[in-house]
C-alpha cells in the first residue's frame, strides 16, 4: 500500500521505474531465515529472480548463500559479499570460461546437468590441479501444475539427468579423479503454490537419496531448489510468504539421514512483493470496443504478462487516496511496437487520465533483471524506499 507521500515524491520523478520496499525485502528475508533455522536449513538466494546490487546487500548480509545461473551471476555474488563456500553454480549450458572462473573462484559446488558437463568439469578441474564439488541435478520428474513455460521438472524438460542415465553418472563420477561427488538436486518449476507438489518432490528425493547410498555414494547434501510461489491477486494482504508452512512440508515428509545437509535456491518467494513498477499514463484512447491506457512502460521493462501470460496487480496511485472516480474497465498496454504488448485486458480502474501514475505491483521478482532495449529503450531506473522515507522525514 502506497502512502500519500510516496506517490508526492513519486509524482516528481520520471517514469517508468521500480520501486523497491527495502523493508519489506528486509521483513522477508529475516522470516524466511526464521522459518529455515529451527530445521537448520541452508538457503541459498536464487540470484536470477534480481541482482540489483541494493537487493543482494541486503540478502547477503542476512547470511544467506547464493545460487547462481551463469559465471557472471558468481562474479556478482562474491563481488557482492556473499560467502565463496555457500555458492552454488547450475545451468544446462555452462561453457568452459565460466567452468574455469568458478574452479578459480573455489565455489561450495556445481549442479551439473549432464554426464558431458560432468566430465568436462573433470577436465578443466585437473587442468588446474583442483577437486571440483558436484551435485547431480536429477529430474524428477514431478509436475509443478504451474505455467507450463516455467516447469522445469518434467522429462520432456531440457534440465537435469533423467533418472535412467544415472547409472553412467555413477561410472563417471567413479572414474573421475577431479570430481568429489557431493549431493543431489532438485528444482521442479516456479510460482508454485499447490504445495503437495513439493510433498511430491520430497518422496522422489527419499527414493533416489536412497539409490545412491546403495550405489556407495553417500550423498552429503540434499538440493531441492525453489519454486514457492507468491500472491500477485493480493500483494497487500499477503506482502511475505508462508515459508513455515513451505519448510514444514519437508521436515514432515524429507527422510534426511544424519551428517545430510538440506539446501533451497529461493528466489521469487523472496524478492516478489518487494518491488512495483511505477509508470505512467501517456495516453487514454477510447474506442467504441475497448478503452486503452497507453504507459511508458511496456514489456521491455516487464516483460512477464508478454512471456508467460502472468497476472500483476495494477492499480492507478494518482486516484488512490482520492474521491471515488467511475470505474471504466482499460486494456493497459505499452508503447512498444508489438501486439502481444499489453499488461492486461479489462483491468477496472477508476477513470483515468493522462499523466496519472500507475503502479504494477510483485514486479521484484523476474522483473527489473529481464528488461531489454528492444526498439532502443533507455534502461529503466530505480528508486528505493529509504529516498521516500527521507523525504517523509522532511515534510
Ligand atoms: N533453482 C533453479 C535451478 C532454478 O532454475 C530456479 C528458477 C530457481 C532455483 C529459483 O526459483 P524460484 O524460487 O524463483 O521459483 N522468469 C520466470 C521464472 C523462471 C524461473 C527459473 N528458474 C518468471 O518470471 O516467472
Redo the contacts with the bound molecule.
Sequence with gaps: MFSKTSIAHFNQLETPFYYYDLDLLQQTVAACIAAAQPHNYHV?Y?L??NFNPKVLQIIQAAGMGA?C?SGNEVKEAIAQGFDKNKVVF??VGKSDREINAALDAEIFCF?VESVQELEIINELAAVKGKVARVAI?INPNVDAHT?H??T?GLEENK?GINTWQLDDVITTLKSCANLDFTGI?F?V????TNLDVFKNLCGRVNELSNWFEQQNMPVKVLNV?????VDYYQPDNNPIGDFNSFFKIYRDHLKVKPGQEVHF??????V?QSASLVSRVLYVKNGQKKNFLVLDAGMTEL??PM??Q?YHHIENLTRLHGTEAATVNYDVVGPICESTDSFRTDVALPESKRGDLIAIRTAG???EV?ASSYNLRDRVQSVYSTQTELLDVQQ
Design positions: 541459498h536464487a536470477k529472480a545460487d545461473v547450475a545451468g549442479n541435478r505455467h513455460f516455467i522445469t534440465f538436486h528444482h518449476g516456479s510460482q508454485i531448489g525453489g519454486g514457492l510461489g535456491e529461493l528466489g521469487r518467494a523472496l516478489a516483460i512477464r512471456l508467460y502472468a521478482a523476474y522483473g529481464m
